[in-house]
């Protein structure tokens, strides 16, 4: 939730969920939902570019990964203004893990999203240095912006939650890392009871 309400501070013409499943309640409003596709994650995300293309007139598109709440929408919003965009044919977004967190073409052909995405190797250290070659060879000016955790693990999660305290997934993060220890000391107390 944190993602898409920073998205939504980030001027934009159209805004897409592409999404797995219906949305919930929990949706805001402005976006438009367009069904996931299936096959492997470099199949879905080049999918994703055909869905935001509009034609050879295409405005810009950049995709976010959900998972890096700490996100802010400053970050985008210079990338993505008219003078950011000068010279500029595709953003990338490096994750600390070697994956990436944003990837966007300037102008979101959906060939060249496919030559680009199919093929590389996903959710391991060497994915974003892929991404990045294929867009070096293919001789487009890449703007990179700035590494971000993303939340794949426990460890991250709590340094995502430390990186942005007041957005909801640190709400969530304390709320669950609290329960969990409230659990993890009720059966040690009705254990110790039973036993005495």
Known sequence: MDTLTTLARVPAGRRLLVLDGPPGRWLPPGWEVVPQRGGGLDARLADAFASASEGPDSPPALLVGMDTPQL???????ALSRAGRTGTD??????ADGGFWAFGLARPDPDLARRLLLGVPMSSPSTGAALLDRLTAAGLRVATLPVLNDVDTVTDAAEVAALAPAG?????????????????????????????
């Open 90 to 95: 595709a953003w990338f977004g490096p994750a």
């Open 168 to 196: 909801g997934f640190a709400r969530t993060w304390r709320t669950v890392t609290g329960a969990a220890g409230a659990l993890e000391t009720k059966p040690r107390a009705t254990a110790h009871g039973a036993a005495g």
């Open 72 to 78: 802010r929408a400053r970050t985008l919003a210079e």
